[in-house]
């Protein structure tokens, strides 16, 4: 089995594992024609691709969820876009890589201006909480979890591994602040580099976010530059310093500092992940490529100790055809 057929295979059984037909890319396409072990293993539903058949009988019901749920973040949109220092706001998770259920919430990553992380953090929280709709202890269905917030000055993704870049891949943007987004993923390619067979295009399917005509996002974004004015100064400097100090407070007390997972408070992130599902995942993910005899498959290790390597090398060839386990790679690396 060649490296690009690994490949394939591997994005196509991380989609399996989440529940969900993959949408391939040109690439994928013109490399499922030549492989006759590829037309094997992988089954095609118009243009989505997957190996178990439960994956497209469960489709029509995370659809018509996600329509429920799709209809609560649309509501809300016109009040994030008065939210001041929030340059952008991406739904992910399961809404959007389109396999979210009834009891699911709603994740946001959202993108602030550089200095004021805590205070959009703050008021974006003053409003899903008092609206009802912020997630918190129990209270997790059709609720929005804010876990994931960066700084506009530093876009790249710190965490990369397989289950990240699925995560980013199918980030689906609700203001449309083109420039934002578009700086995200140029700045976030390490995703393409674990998914190049993959179109990751979800985003194209949803054509309006909100229900509020021009005149209606005019007063918002003129509420906004407002509340950006008064806070831009002294006051808001004071206003970012006193939020954070209680957040960090908060989180000293809390017992989720003894739990695996992630978490990170900085000026240029704000991770809330204390019980990521990353690891069961991730093993349920090598057990479905082992029951493929997929032995030598990029693992994310692998791929991480190659993408060290190519920061390193001057020419950036790519390395990935050229080692099969962690060992050679350290071999290679002692050699230098």
């Not at 939210?83 to 389109?98: K, T």
């Not at 003053?126 to 979890?145: E, P, Y």
């Not at 689906?172 to 934002?180: A, E, Q």
């Amino acid at each position: 089995m060649t490296n690009i057929e690994k490949s394939i295979l591997t994005s196509v059984v991380l989609a399996d594992v989440f529940g969900m037909p993959l949408k391939a890319n040109k690439e994928f396409l013109d490399a499922l024609e030549k492989s006759e072990i590829l037309k094997k293993k992988i089954h095609r539903d118009g243009d989505l691709f997957y190996l178990d058949q439960n994956v497209i009988e469960q489709k029509e019901m995370h659809d018509k969820t996600g329509v429920k749920k799709w209809g609560i973040v649309k509501r809300f949109v016109k009040f994030f876009r008065c939210i001041p220092f929030i340059q952008e706001i991406f739904v992910s998770g399961s809404l959007a890589r389109g396999n979210t259920v009834e009891n699911s919430d709603i994740d946001l990553l959202i993108i602030t201006k550089h200095g004021r992380i805590w205070t959009a953090r703050m008021f974006i929280y003053l409003i899903t909480f008092v609206a009802g709709r912020h997630r918190h202890g129990n209270k997790i269905k059709d609720r929005f979890c804010l876990n994931h917030f960066i700084s506009d000055k530093d876009l790249e993704i710190k965490h990369q591994s397989l289950y990240n870049a699925e995560t980013y891949l199918h980030l689906i943007p609700l203001l449309r602040n083109k420039d934002v987004a578009n700086n995200f993923r140029q700045v976030n390619q390490w995703v393409k580099r674990y998914f190049p067979y993959s179109s990751g295009a979800v985003a194209d399917d949803v054509k309006s976010c909100e229900h509020t005509g021009t005149a209606c996002r005019a007063r918002m974004s003129l509420i906004k530059k407002i509340m950006e004015f008064i806070l831009s100064g002294f006051i808001g400097s004071v206003v970012e310093t006193v939020v954070k100090k209680m957040q960090m407070i908060k989180q000293n007390r809390s017992k989720k500092n003894d739990v695996g997972g992630l978490v990170v408070l900085s000026d240029s992130e704000i991770a809330f992940h204390p019980d990521s599902p990353e690891g069961g995942v991730m093993r349920e993910f090598e057990e479905r490529m082992e029951e493929l005899e997929i032995r030598n498959h990029m693992t994310p290790k692998l791929e991480n100790m190659i993408g060290e390597i190519e920061k390193d090398i001057e020419n950036k060839k790519n390395l990935s055809g050229l080692f099969t386990n962690a060992d050679e790679i350290e071999e290679y690396l002692s050699s230098l």
